[in-house]
């Protein structure tokens, strides 16, 4: 049976691609590379991911292909292929965390510039006050092609939904692909607040660590309530603004 005509599958194969095309409509693509992948299954060692050399805007539900851990193809729509480089991150964490059914990475600008700051992201206002005390920092080793790597990733990433590769973007796990779009959005958005407030040059008024770690749990209870069974409205929301834009996404 092919993998898109299963109706579990359809719905992942849909949130996925929702997710590429969205990812791009808000400029946080870096032409054909950094990736979104998506346990195909519960308890599966099948993922979804990308079709190699496409732009996110062309990635559809259909085209989406399925391989295993170690990257092999297991079905590719097109006879694309995948980068398996750009997969090595992924399948790391995957196998790692059972909770991460989806990964997505980014090198968008403001990403890339705060993953070169030495303090990394800081608790600066409501939006960066969620990942307090939940961002990891993995440091760079140049492109990850290197599958020892992998073990460092693991290691550095811990429990924590949110990685900073140093001197390379963002990483971030999610138990839907929703949960894992709204925590990018989120964490691009502080990024790019926190270069507004130091290109300001003014004296900056830091929130105390205890402020942080209370709205960080708030944000934690707001997941807890919204698990993978829950309705996501947010998510729905953005379901529906791709829906209306590029439609095709769903073929
Ligand atoms: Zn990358």
Redesign the pocket.
Known sequence: MSSATDASLGVARRDLAAAYRLIAHFGLDDSIY?HISMRAEEGESRFLINPYGYRFEEVRASNLVTVDLEGNLVDDPDGAGINKAGFTIHSAIHAARADAHCVL?T?SVAGVAVSCLEEGLLPLNQWAMQFHGRIAYHDYEGIALDLAERERLVRDLGDKPVMILRN??LLVCGRSVGEAFRRMYNLERSCKAQLAIMATGAPVRRPAASLCEHVAGQYERWDSDHDTTARDPEWEAYLRLIAQLQPDFAD
């Open positions: 950094t990475h090198h390379h973007g």
